[in-house]
């Protein structure tokens, strides 16, 4: 742990893009966090989810001791109890009775010890990983193309690009960083690389891109395929690269020309203009440079598999790999999905990018010493739950995710787990969706308190480094799994104390027996000191034994993991969503992350700067498709699927593909029991990979018609009403708790009193209007704001943010208080709107305003004016849309 005021230098436990952080350590216990300028991953730069996180770091919410059904034990307890637990489980009903559930959350060392103690000493392969959920099928498409998991290009491929394809990837959004450095990439090299945007949705990343081409959901693998014929057609094919370093092109071509013969039928099965798609075939085909940056949007598809190797086909039939601004990029979700996949923490995986042939199953035995070695792929994610639902699986680990939120049919999900022997769970958080379910909880460190190493998209080893103690009794994950292992009689293969130990071993592993024949290779590291390991620089794999300097880029002049070292083609034909649309489900759902929010909100939920932008979960939807609907702007609507339902705020957007529905992935009960979408995302998988189709469920919107609606302020966080609709929100200086019931209040002054408690030392100043069911109420200590309950008969209700904004008055004057019962700010008083910079707070209203009365008319402008934009850039496409409204 660094001293106060001592910067450390340390990553990102974010999106899988791996920025380099500055910490600080003030002597008041503050944390100032600055973009490492350093880092090869950011350069400086920091999201607006990096920019808070010194905002995120209270202790209020962390489970801190071990507990037992709910009891506060010791950590010797709590460890007996899990092995006890395991132990019986195996002894009774065998190795594929127990599991693990892991998370791209974990650092490396933690995966690296929970993999080797289920696949080397448990003699199981049931340990998967939330990284199922995103980058499964990228992997799959790897193997298939490459022979190995391996990600072939880097993030200055990125700069050095003429065209970058973005394809179901919303990368404005979800890796601002990345989507930044394109950005300013175009600034100096006069518009290049050019944006290609290929997303049902139109999205922000759209924003600058000189083509979208929002296809049909679901018919990605025509568009690739098209484009293969294409090429081939064009004589664009790089004959050398096919002759030298491919294989199979031939079936792939051959199936490729019967989904996609020509542009027409390519146009009839996308439902993009003709004229589109010869346009962006023309411009893929003659661009030497090209980067198809792919993400959730192929990953997460009952094909998706098929939909990467598509992309992956026509990069390998043009030589397009390999080298400076071109190759197809995966870009992952997590800081540690590619750690997970380096170690084995996927179910089909072994080892260090090693699977279950018999060699390697042999391999690994000796290294590891393991007493019962895993000789098959254990289950992935969605059918490891099903498992535990049928019974099958008796003791169940979950380290560091939140599977009854995350998993499609989330609400089996959870019955799963209520119907489960033992659920152990490790994390930081006291009360998450499947916290509340387990029967044994171990308190895990979390971003700056744990130290290790993370693998960003581009291959990159990053440290994530300690700043802050060690809260409560809370321990890192390696240590729990290792005080387990020692507990069940694998103390030799478990003699760790420390992550730069596990490391150590880990490195030894990808470089044993290896000779070039496994792409995954840090052997370099393997005799590491521990002070090396302390001061470890972001490097990139391959860095074998010997070797100082990693691999920016691989396979551009071939050398691909396979027997004879080509890769393949691979043959992918009609390809179409597990489910369609019917006259009972006619809309598609598709779900995905926003701007400011990442997973289910445990970290970013803590901060107001991040709950401004989008404070609710909503469903976005066309307006021909909400009039049908029967929903309007800003109304509740009920989200229906054949597997569950969800209630959520309604946004109408005219650029919403008609037919197709969007709504966030974040929400979990602890801020919004309803409003979980994947209560309502099929379960379907893709048969190779097992990765959900996320991406498309059919669905139908209805109103949601309650009896009432209301929202709450208050100072201090409360158990909000057990009404039917509720959202709890973070603001700057009170808890905001959007209400909607089926049954209204008798007496609101009285059902006010008992959500909020009274006192002789309270002023209640109230105004109720029983015939048409309104009530204004609010609660002042000392003339300050304490709290305050608006209650209507419909969802028009005063506007949140200016009176969030009260509770930073030290005492309320006459004015302020007559404009609090009467719902509208009075002279004087300002609502900045909703918040549209999270960097700098700035707020809608104040952004118009100035656009208006000061004639800004470029985002730059507004930045030297307001310093809107002038962070990480995420709003700016916001900010050109508010200068073009006027």
Not at 355 to 367: G, K, L, M, Y
Request: charged share 20%; proline share 6%.
């Amino acid at each position: 742990m660094s001293g106060a005021g001592e910067a450390v230098r340390t990553t990102c436990p974010y999106c899988g893009v791996g920025c380099g952080i500055n910490v600080a350590v003030d002597p008041d216990g503050g944390v100032r966090v600055a973009g490492d300028k350093q880092h090869p991953a950011n350069y400086g730069r920091l999201c607006s989810k990096g920019a808070a996180l010194g905002e995120t770091l209270s202790l209020d919410d962390r489970l801190l001791y071990p507990e037992i059904a709910g009891r506060r034990v010791s950590w010797d307890e709590a460890l007996d109890a899990v092995a006890t637990g395991f132990r019986q489980a195996l002894a009774e009903h065998g190795p594929d009775a127990v599991a693990f559930y892991v998370s791209g959350q974990l650092l490396t060392e933690d995966y690296y010890v929970a993999n080797k103690l289920m696949k080397g000493c448990l003699g199981g392969a049931n340990i998967d990983t939330n990284s199922r959920l995103c980058m499964s099928s990228s992997v799959v498409g790897h193997k298939r193309a490459f022979g190995m998991d391996t990600v072939p290009g880097c993030y200055e491929d990125l700069e050095e690009a003429d065209v970058i394809v973005l394809v179901g990837s919303n990368l404005a959004w979800c890796h601002p960083v990345l989507y930044q450095r394109i950005l300013a990439a175009r600034e100096r090299r006069a518009g290049k690389p050019k944006l290609v945007v290929i997303d049902p949705r139109r999205t922000t990343t759209c924003d600058v891109a000189e083509t979208h081409l929002p296809l049909k959901p679901g018919s990605d693998t025509v568009l690739f395929d098209g484009l293969l014929v294409h090429l081939y057609q064009q004589d664009r094919l790089d004959s050398e690269f096919l002759e030298n370093h491919v294989a199979e092109f031939w079936p792939a071509y051959r199936a490729a020309k019967e989904v996609a013969p020509n542009v027409p039928t390519v146009a009839a099965k996308t439902g993009l203009p003709e004229s589109d798609i010869a346009e962006f075939y023309g411009l893929w085909s003659r661009t030497r440079k090209v980067v198809t940056v792919y993400s959730q949007g192929v990953n997460q598809s009952a094909h998706g598999s098929d939909k990467v190797n598509a992309i992956i086909n026509c990069h390998l039939a043009t030589g397009r790999i390999g080298q400076p601004g071109m190759g197809p990029f995966s870009v992952t979700g997590q800081p540690n999905a590619m750690g997970g996949r380096e170690v084995g923490g996927l179910a089909n995986q072994l080892a260090a990018h090693m699977d279950f042939a018999p060699e390697d199953v042999e391999r690994v035995r000796r290294f590891w010493r393991a007493p019962a070695i895993a000789t098959r792929p254990g289950l992935k994610a969605v059918e490891l739950f099903q498992a535990v639902a049928d019974g099958k699986i008796k003791a169940l680990w979950i380290m560091g995710t939140n599977p009854v939120v995350s998993l499609p049919d989330a609400d089996a999900a959870r019955t799963a787990l209520q119907r489960c022997p033992l659920v152990v769970v490790s994390d930081a958080v006291a009360d998450t969706d499947t916290v509340r379910l387990a029967h044994v909880k171990l308190p895990a460190l979390t971003w700056g308190e744990k130290d290790g190493t993370v693998t960003n998209s581009e291959r990159r080893i990053s440290r994530q480094r300690t700043f802050l103690p060690q809260p409560g009794e809370a321990k890192p994950d390696w240590w729990a799994v290792t005080q387990v292992a020692r507990r069940l009689g694998f103390a030799d293969q478990f003699p760790f104390e420390s992550p730069a130990a596990i490391f150590r071993e880990h490195a030894a592993l990808s470089g044993f027996e290896n000779e070039g024949r496994r792409d995954f290779d840090i052997s370099a590291f393997a005799e590491l000191v521990d002070a090396g390991y302390d001061t470890l620089q972001p490097v990139q794999w391959p860095l074998p034994r010997g070797a100082t300097v990693g691999e920016t880029r691989l396979f551009g002049m071939g050398g691909f993991f396979t027997a004879d070292g080509k890769a393949r083609c691979i043959a992918v034909g009609e390809r179409a969503p597990a489910y369609a649309v019917d006259d009972s489900f006619p809309l598609v759902l598709n779900s995905g992350r926003i701007r400011d929010q990442w997973h289910t909100m445990t970290r970013t939920g803590k901060t107001a700067r991040l709950t401004g932008h989008i404070p609710e979960p909503y469903v976005e939807i066309h307006p021909v498709d909400a009039l049908a609907s029967g929903v309007s702007e800003n109304m509740l609507a009920r989200v229906h699927s054949r597997w569950g339902e969800m209630i959520v705020r309604v946004r109408t957007n005219p650029e919403q593909q008609p037919g197709n529905v969007f709504v966030p992935m974040h929400w979990g009960s602890p801020l919004a029991p309803r409003g979980r979408v994947n209560a309502v995302v099929n379960p379907v998988v893709d048969p190779l990979s097992g990765q959900p189709e996320s991406k498309h469920t059919p669905v139908r919107v209805q109103a949601y018609r309650p009896r009432w609606h209301g929202f709450l302020l208050s100072r201090v966080a409360i158990e909000p009403p057990a009404v039917e609709y509720r959202v709890s929100v973070r603001e700057q200086a009170c808890w905001r708790y959007e209400l909607a019931g089926e049954t209204a209040a008798d007496d609101w002054p009285a059902w006010a009193r008992s959500v909020l408690g009274d006192d002789s030392a309270w002023e209640w100043l109230e105004f109720a209007d029983v015939g048409t069911g309104r009530y204004r109420g609010a609660v002042l200590v000392d003339g300050r704001l304490q709290a305050c309950l608006f209650v209507a008969p419909t969802h028009e209700l005063p506007l949140r943010n200016w009176l969030a904004g009260l509770f930073a008055v030290q005492e309320l004057g006459t004015a302020e208080r007559a404009s609090l019962l009467a719902g509208r700010p009075g002279g004087g008083q300002r609502d900045c709107g909703r918040i549209v910079c999270a960097c700098f707070g700035v707020g809608l209203n104040t952004l118009t305003t100035a656009i208006r009365e000061r004639g800004l008319t470029t985002p730059e402008a507004i930045g030297a004016t307001l310093k809107a934009g002038t962070n990480c850039g995420s709003c700016v496409p916001e900010l050109r849309q508010l200068i073009a409204q006027g």
